[in-house]
């Protein structure tokens, strides 16, 4: 049976190399997104997605949050990560937020097809030696305790908006902005917005 996978990356050129990559390997049905809010949106309407290629620094997704939202809100869909830094940090990261592969943008077609294949068998495609060489990041864990809405305004917030910029994007009231903002800080166990800031933008 035909798979179904979404390819989230807002570089036409690299997209389209990707697309054609997968196409030539596989019967698999295709999808295209460029930001992080078509890709939500795929999301919630493509109920037989198998695979997510995301990329971490496409409009919307501010690094990990995106990818931690995904997760949140749809823990069903595999997704691997395709990022232009294959540092240790960012191998690392992705694996701590739930994806359950990573890819270089600089991976030859015969490797992307191989990672995707695997994924696609339930194994999961990460370099081992760069997964031992960075401990885990303590936010990262506590991030998980955040509910999906949460996790939101923390991207939002790391993104430099106001309680009442938040409020109107969400359509909710500033106080109740304000009780999920305190939420936040003590999950997180962090002090303030500049700390959320600054440790957002490190994650990234």
């Known amino acids: 049976m035909s798979s179904t996978i979404l390819i989230a990356d807002d570089h036409p050129l690299y997209r389209s190399a990707l697309f054609a990559t997968l196409q030539h390997a596989s ?17 919630a309407h493509q109920a037989d997605l ?28 595999p997704v691997v990560v ?18 359950v592969g990573f890819l270089s943008k600089t991976a030859q077609p015969l490797e992307i097809q191989n990672c ?6 339930g194994e999961t495609w990460f370099a081992e ?3 031992a060489a960075q401990p885990q990041s303590p936010l990262i864990e506590r991030l998980q305790g955040l509910t999906p809405q949460q996790l939101r305004i923390f991207q939002m917030i790391a993104r430099g908006m106001l ?7 969400l359509g909710i009231t500033e106080p109740t902005v304000k009780s999920h903002v305190t939420a936040i800080l003590r999950k997180t166990g962090l002090r303030d917005r500049k700390q959320l800031i600054r440790e957002a933008q490190s994650l990234s």
Not at 59 to 71: F, H, K, M, V
Not at 86 to 97: L, M, R
Not at 163 to 169: R, S, V
Request: net charge negative.
């Open 82 to 99: 395709v990022s232009g830094s294959d540092s240790a940090q960012s191998v690392a990261g992705a694996a701590q937020f739930g994806a």
């Open 27 to 43: 019967d698999a049905k295709l999808i295209e997104s460029v930001d992080l809010e078509s890709t939500l949106a795929t999301l």
């Open 129 to 131: 030696e760069l997964l």
């Open 116 to 121: 995707i294949r695997a994924v696609l068998q």
């Open 50 to 77: 198998d695979l997510l290629l995301l990329d971490l620094n496409m409009p919307g997704s501010d690094g990990y949050n995106g990818l931690a939202r995904i997760r949140k809100e749809y823990p069903q869909v």
């Open 163 to 169: 309680n009442k910029q938040i409020a109107f994007e």
